[in-house]
C-alpha cells in the first residue's frame, strides 16, 4: 500500500493503482458512506480530518499517497469491529461462561458503546466537516472532469483536448470569431447526437480558461524605462523620459481610448509551478536535487556545483525544505515573421525548475514562457524593466 513510485521509470506503479481501487471498494461497502456518501480521506495532508467523496479521495492518494502507519483503516469500515471485539475481550473474557448477569451487562455496553460511538462521529462530521474544496481546487477538478469527459459514447477524444486543439487552430490560421463558430456548428452536426463538442468561440475559451493561461497585457515605455502597471497603472506618459504612452490620434478619428506604442505580455507563473506538485508525472522528481547529491568531480546537474551550494550555505532557511522551487531564467530575440519586409523582433523570457532530474527539465513541457518582450530594440540592460512581473 506504501510501495508507490516506481524507482527506474517514474510515475506510480500500476499496483499502487489497484490498491487504491480495492481501498476505494471496501470503503464504499462501510455503513457510514453509504448512509452519508463520504467518509474521512486518509491521505498524506488529510490525515483522516476531512470528510470527502470516495472519488476525490482516490485522487489524493494518487497524488499525496497514504498517510504514514495507516495499517487500521480508521473509520472506513474496520475500527468499530476491532474496537467492539477488544472490548468485549476486556470486559467480559475474564468471567467466562458462568455469569449470565455478566454477559447481559457486556451486550448492554456493547450497545451503549455503539450509541456514543456514533454520537461522536455524526458531532465530528457536523464540526469538521464536509469541506468544501477551494475554488481552485474546485476549478482544476472540474477541468480534470472535462479531460476525461468523452465526445460521445465510445470516442477517443476528450471535451477539452479538442477545445483547445480547435483553439490553437483559430490561432495559428488567424480565424475569425465568427468563422470558428461555423466550423464549430459543422462539426457538431456531424457528430453524434448529445456530443460535447464546443459550440462557439466564448464556450471552447471558457472552458481552457480554468487552466488559468490567460495572458495579461501590460503597456510598457516606448524607451524600455519602465512599465505602466500597479501605482503607475494611471499614467500617460513615461516618469523618466516622459515619452507618451499611446500614439497620437489623427484628426477626425473616431477612437475613444489611445493605441500603447509598446505593449508586453505576460503568462502568470504560479499557477503552472503548482501544477508541477499537483501532476503525478512529475510531483515524485521535485525532490530530485536532494536526493541525487553528488561529490565526484563531474557536474550532471546545477545542484552539484559550487554556485548551488554556495547558494545553499547563505539562504539556509530556504535550503531546508527541498520542495522549493529553484527557477533559471533564459531570454533571446528572434523575429517571428521574417518574410515580411519589415521584419519585427521580440525577446520570450523562458523559466526553467532546477528541481527537476537533467533528462527532464529542458523539455518542452517543463519549459514555461512567462514574458514576450517586444522589439524592435534589444532592451539590454533595461531587462529587469519587463521582468517586474515576476516579482
Same mark, same amino acid.
Given at each position: 500500500m506504501y510501495d508507490r513510485l516506481n524507482p527506474t521509470r517514474?510515475?506510480?506503479?500500476p499496483e499502487f493503482?489497484?490498491?487504491?481501487?480495492?481501498?476505494?471498494?471496501? /470503503?464504499?461497502?462501510?455503513?457510514?458512506?453509504?448512509?452519508?456518501?463520504?467518509? &474521512? *480521506?486518509?491521505?498524506?495532508? *488529510? &490525515?483522516?480530518?476531512?470528510?470527502?467523496?470516495?472519488?476525490i479521495i482516490k485522487m489524493h492518494l494518487w497524488e499525496k499517497r497514504f498517510m504514514p502507519n495507516y495499517w487500521i483503516w480508521i473509520e472506513h469500515g474496520e475500527i468499530d469491529d476491532i474496537g467492539i471485539?477488544?472490548?468485549?475481550?476486556?470486559?467480559?473474557? !475474564?468471567?467466562?461462561?458462568?455469569?449470565?448477569?455478566?454477559?447481559?451487562?457486556?451486550d448492554m455496553y456493547d450497545i451503549s458503546w455503539e450509541d456514543n460511538s456514533r454520537r461522536y462521529h455524526e458531532m465530528v462530521f457536523d464540526s469538521a466537516g464536509p469541506e468544501d474544496p477551494h475554488i481552485e481546487a474546485k476549478n482544476f477538478f472540474d @477541468?480534470?472532469?472535462?479531460?476525461?469527459?468523452?465526445?460521445?459514447?465510445?470516442?477517443?477524444?476528450?471535451? @477539452?483536448?479538442?477545445?483547445? &486543439?480547435?483553439? *490553437?487552430? $483559430?490561432?495559428?490560421?488567424?480565424?475569425?470569431? !465568427?468563422?470558428? $463558430?461555423?466550423?464549430?456548428? @459543422?462539426?457538431?452536426? /456531424?457528430?453524434? !447526437?448529445?456530443?460535447?463538442i464546443s459550440r462557439d468561440y466564448y464556450e471552447a475559451k471558457k472552458l481552457v480558461q480554468k487552466l488559468r493561461? $490567460?495572458?495579461?497585457?501590460?503597456?510598457? *515605455?516606448?524607451?524600455n524605462c519602465?512599465?505602466? &502597471?500597479?501605482?503607475?497603472?494611471?499614467? /500617460?506618459?513615461?516618469?523618466f523620459c516622459e515619452a507618451p504612452i499611446f500614439k497620437p490620434i489623427s484628426n477626425g478619428s473616431c477612437k475613444s481610448k489611445g493605441v500603447p506604442i509598446k505593449r508586453m505580455h505576460y503568462l502568470s507563473l504560479i499557477p503552472r509551478l503548482r501544477r508541477l506538485y499537483a501532476s503525478m508525472s512529475s510531483a515524485p522528481h521535485m525532490t530530485w536535487h536532494i536526493k541525487n547529491q553528488r561529490d565526484d568531480v563531474v557536474m550532471t546537474h546545477s545542484s552539484h556545483g559550487e554556485a548551488w551550494k554556495s547558494f545553499d550555505r547563505i539562504h539556509s532557511d530556504f535550503a531546508l525544505e527541498p520542495r522549493n522551487i529553484r527557477l533559471g531564467l533564459c531570454s533571446d530575440g528572434f523575429i517571428p515573421n521574417i518574410q515580411f519586409s519589415k521584419p519585427y523582433s521580440c525577446w520570450p523570457v523562458i523559466v526553467i525548475s532546477y528541481n527537476l532530474p537533467p533528462e527532464m527539465y529542458m523539455k518542452d513541457p517543463y519549459l514555461f514562457l512567462t514574458c514576450l518582450i517586444p522589439g524592435s530594440n534589444n532592451p539590454k540592460a533595461n531587462i529587469d524593466v519587463f521582468l517586474g512581473p515576476l516579482d
Open positions: 517514474g510515475g506510480i506503479k493503482y489497484d490498491k487504491v481501487d480495492e481501498f476505494i471498494e471496501t /470503503t464504499s461497502k462501510s455503513d457510514v458512506v453509504k448512509s452519508e456518501g463520504k467518509c &474521512r *480521506c486518509p491521505c498524506v495532508k *488529510c &490525515r483522516c480530518t476531512n470528510y470527502k467523496e470516495l472519488n471485539n477488544q472490548m468485549r475481550f476486556n470486559n467480559c473474557g !475474564e468471567g467466562g461462561s458462568g455469569s449470565g448477569a455478566k454477559m447481559e451487562e457486556c @477541468l480534470l472532469e472535462a479531460d476525461q469527459k468523452p465526445l460521445w459514447e465510445g470516442c477517443v477524444h476528450s471535451q @477539452l483536448s479538442i477545445a483547445v &486543439r480547435m483553439l *490553437c487552430i $483559430k490561432a495559428e490560421k488567424n480565424q475569425s470569431q !465568427e468563422l470558428f $463558430k461555423q466550423w464549430a456548428t @459543422l462539426i457538431k452536426k /456531424t457528430a453524434p !447526437e448529445g456530443s460535447a493561461l $490567460k495572458a495579461i497585457k501590460i503597456d510598457c *515605455c516606448s524607451n519602465m512599465l505602466y &502597471r500597479k501605482d503607475d497603472a494611471a499614467l /500617460t506618459s513615461c516618469k
